[in-house]
């Protein structure tokens, strides 16, 4: 199946069903929450039988009427999406060929980490950007699922942004770690990503500067300092002996 052809789920920054160019583009308008739920919870749980799926997506119901939910909602996305799970068995799983834009972030971050990556994989992908799982949806396994991607993506921007600026890409590892920043301004390893890559240009004065913002900020908002760890960072720099001494 091609690409363009292919259903595609994206549950960053909300979630969105396209059915692909061979049908009628997005349908998530339509279908009701506990569709997208069954959708969304495939998505990031993978093949699940059906007994454990009513059970995590209706947990407050009694077994029977969980299922009958299930089975309701099974027939409707048929009607809306027909072929985007394959029910057969006593488990659901996504069918083949299914898009979801959580994998292809975590296929990234995977890439992106990887030791012997090469040029082509070291690349700031949309998935990589931005996106926060399902905002707005409380169930315990999104929350679990959207603490876990957002660790992982700013793990991978962080040596992303390391590995480009080890193979002079300053600009493109700037963008990696200014992109970290921004999504946590008090994550320390984040600005550690910042001032390395601006040490690894040759810019002192960039990497003092951002070392001392990131300084001031820390005591006004938490009322603590930066660790050795990144104070480490900048000692040999002249302007900040006494202060990192």
Request: with cysteine.
């Amino acid at each position: 199946m091609e690409a363009g052809s292919a259903p595609r789920v994206t549950l960053l920054d909300g979630f969105t069903l396209h059915l692909g160019a061979t049908h009628r583009g997005a349908v998530d308008g339509v279908l009701p929450r506990g569709i997208q739920r069954l959708v969304a919870h495939l998505c990031l749980c993978g093949r699940s039988p059906r007994t454990a799926v009513a059970g995590r997506l209706w947990p407050d119901v009694p077994e029977e009427h969980a299922q009958g939910s299930l089975r309701s909602a099974l027939w409707r996305l048929q009607k809306a999406a027909p072929g985007l799970l394959d029910v057969s068995g006593d488990a659901l799983t996504l069918a083949a060929g299914v898009r979801v834009d959580v994998r292809e972030l975590e296929e990234w971050a995977r890439k992106v980490s990887t030791p012997d990556a090469g040029g082509a994989d070291l690349e700031i992908t949309c998935a990589g950007l931005h996106g926060e799982l399902l905002p707005g949806w409380c169930d315990d396994w999104v929350l679990l699922e959207r603490e876990r991607l957002r660790q992982l993506r700013m793990h991978a921007l962080e040596v992303l942004a390391v590995r480009l600026a080890t193979v002079g890409r300053h600009g493109e590892a700037l963008q990696a770690a200014y992109t970290a920043v921004g999504e946590e301004p008090l994550r320390e390893s984040a600005h550690r990503a910042v001032v390395r890559v601006h040490l690894a240009e040759g810019n002192l004065a960039e990497a003092v500067r951002a070392y001392e913002q990131f300084r001031t900020r820390l005591l006004d908002e938490l009322g603590i300092v930066p660790t050795e760890q990144m104070t480490r960072l900048i000692r040999g720099v002249p302007r900040l002996r006494s202060m990192a001494g």
